[in-house]
């Protein structure tokens, strides 16, 4: 499976931005997908899952009720919706596919390129 984030940018705190990452493959529903974000200098940590049905899904507590994660399996299709952004939102966003429920990179597989989100304050 291959990524393709987009859909960052800039923004100021309280606004929104919605990312979304393509997928190329003939599986994706089989996969869970994840979102993850790494600021400067700090480990890449999670965010957001949905599972292959979008049945299911988890959030990191520092986005609980800001950020919703979707996907439309027929557009192999995941999205990310970020409202009430804050500055420390601020860092590059990745996509995963993966096959399991991790809540760390090494519980996926494949990786997108990352795309930068920047909040000002």
């Known amino acids: 499976v291959q990524l393709q984030a987009s859909g960052g940018g800039s923004v100021q705190a309280g606004g929104s931005l919605r990312l979304s990452c393509a997928a190329f493959?003939?599986?994706?529903?089989?996969?869970?997908m994840g979102w993850f974000r790494q600021a400067p200098g700090k480990e890449r940590e999670f965010v957001a899952r949905?599972?292959?049905?979008?049945?299911?899904?988890y959030y990191a507590d520092s986005v609980k009720g800001r950020f919703t994660i979707s996907r439309d399996n027929a557009k192999n299709t995941v999205y990310l919706q970020m409202n009430s952004l804050k500055p420390e939102d601020t860092a590059v966003y990745f996509c995963?596919?993966?096959?399991?429920?991790?809540?760390?990179?090494?519980?996926?597989?494949?990786w997108g390129q990352g795309t930068l989100v920047t909040v000002s304050s």
């Open positions: 995963a596919a993966g096959r399991g429920t991790a809540v760390v990179p090494g519980g996926y597989d494949y």
């Open positions: 493959g003939r599986t994706f529903s089989r996969y869970v």
């Open positions: 949905i599972s292959g049905s979008a049945t299911s899904t």
